[in-house]
């Protein structure tokens, strides 16, 4: 093409292409709307949100990105502020964060941060083309749904604000290594997440591994996935991004589980038993309290009836056994674990079984196939004593396929193995021969 020739774009591309460029709005403008060089150039934002909360540093941090000002809500106090009626007008269910704008609050830290990312039509943020945006979106939804999630599925019960299942933090933890692996793998091509500059994909990405490795992602953990630990350290000591999130120290170990968290109102309930007293008092005659205490008395003796199988001969295989060895073992898992278990097994004590999804037609999305195995092992965990076993989602593409092998105390699988919920959702299949 001469110097003197005017390059031209295909019509079909032209309309996209003047969207993302910000010569066209996304979305028709009210005249009363505030536009985005209104709120760049004045303090007309304010967050809700804690200074340390990983979710409000997402728009912060785009903030800074776009030179937008955001002010931090005055003396916000969790558990306080978000449960006054006036936040609860912003957010009905009052989760933090919350960005108020002149046009009205928003609520949920992507949205906040993808608004705060539009707000400066030439910013680099979103990207420059239908493909850099598709894939922007794609990697903030992976790292929301395939990493924030499996971090707190790890994170939360060990706090004790959730049920504690050694199985499903299994399962988390497995899941968690399948997302980074993944991740891991694209950037050890690429320094960013897209194209060739910081994006609202690496900021979400950043703020949510950064609660992570705080947290509960220890050296010993990240080290598998160098490529992930360099990604992450270039980007928290980026300028914009250490003015929110200051000096990030990686966590040493990982927390130790702590006790359930008790519901606030549970308090109230000690109050019902001082009614009870009051009416022994009326009661003159003490003879049928002897009854009930000597018939108490007689009840108590009653021993509990055994599990079946705590009736079957011994075995040679102790179970806990397999199960530290399975646990402890990190390197060379095949010759140490496995030849360990087929050392350990008893064919005469023990069964092997596969298990196989009966609906797999229907699991189409990825993490809530992955819920689906979390409940299923939740729901195992009553056969704790008494079993072991390993599920898996294979496929790259849906529908995915849930698989898993199981050892069995006894030659059977005992009807105390297995729920109504379990055996309704899985197959017990074939035995292992």
Not at 68 to 94: C, D, H, Q, Y
Not at 287 to 294: G, L, N, R, S, Y
Not at 365 to 384: P, Y
Request: net charge positive; aromatic share 10%; with cysteine.
């Amino acid at each position: 093409m001469g110097s003197g020739e005017r390059r031209t774009v295909p019509i079909s591309l032209a309309a996209p292409l003047r969207r993302f460029l910000g010569a066209v709005p996304l979305i028709p403008r009210r005249r009363s709307e505030v536009t985005g060089k209104d709120i760049v150039d004045s303090m007309a934002l304010v967050l809700h949100s804690g200074n340390t909360n990983k979710n409000g540093f997402k728009a912060l941090i785009a903030a800074e990105y776009n030179g937008v000002k955001i002010e931090l809500a005055k003396n916000f106090e969790m558990g306080v502020s978000n449960k006054t009626p006036e936040f609860l007008k912003m957010n009905p269910i009052g989760k933090v964060p919350v960005l108020e704008t002149p046009d009205g609050a928003i609520f949920e830290s992507n949205a906040i941060a993808r608004y705060v990312a539009r707000l400066k039509d030439d910013s680099p943020l979103y990207g420059s083309s239908l493909i850099e945006y598709a894939r922007i979106e794609q990697w903030i939804d992976f790292s929301s749904m395939e990493i924030d999630a499996n971090i707190g599925r790890w994170l939360i019960p060990r706090l004790g604000f959730a049920p504690y299942v050694p199985s499903a933090e299994e399962f988390a933890i497995s899941s968690l290594k399948r997302a980074l692996n993944a991740l891991n793998t694209h950037l050890a091509s690429n320094t960013y997440l897209v194209g060739h500059s910081v994006t609202l994909a690496d900021i979400i990405m950043t703020c949510n591994i950064y609660f992570g490795f705080a947290r509960i992602l220890t050296k010993s953990f990240t080290s598998e996935f160098p490529h992930v630990e360099r990604y992450f350290w270039t980007l928290v000591n980026q300028p914009n991004f250490a003015k929110v999130l200051g000096d990030v120290k990686q966590a040493e170990t990982v927390p130790p589980v702590q006790s359930q968290k008790k519901p606030a109102q549970q308090p109230k309930e000690p109050a019902k038993p001082k009614e009870a007293k009051k009416e022994p008092k009326k009661e003159a005659a003490p003879k049928p309290k002897v009854q009930e205490t000597v018939e108490e008395e007689e009840e108590a003796p009653k021993p509990k009836p055994k599990n079946p199988l705590d009736l079957l001969p011994p075995s040679k295989m102790i179970l806990d056994e397999w199960k530290r060895l399975y646990s402890n073992t990190k390197t060379n898992f095949r010759e140490v674990a496995i030849k360990g278990f087929w050392d350990m097994y008893d064919p005469e004590g023990y069964s092997l079984w596969f298990c196989d999804y009966k609906y797999n037609d229907e699991n189409t999305v990825s993490f809530v196939t992955l819920n689906k195995v979390s409940g299923f092992l939740q729901r195992m965990d009553l056969a704790r004593k008494y079993a072991f076993g390993k599920m898996l989602v294979i496929g790259s593409e849906p529908p995915y396929k849930v698989k898993g092998l199981w050892l069995f105390r006894g030659t059977e699988i005992h009807s105390s193995c297995s729920t109504s919920a379990t055996t309704r959702s899985c197959t017990s299949g074939a035995r292992w021969t």
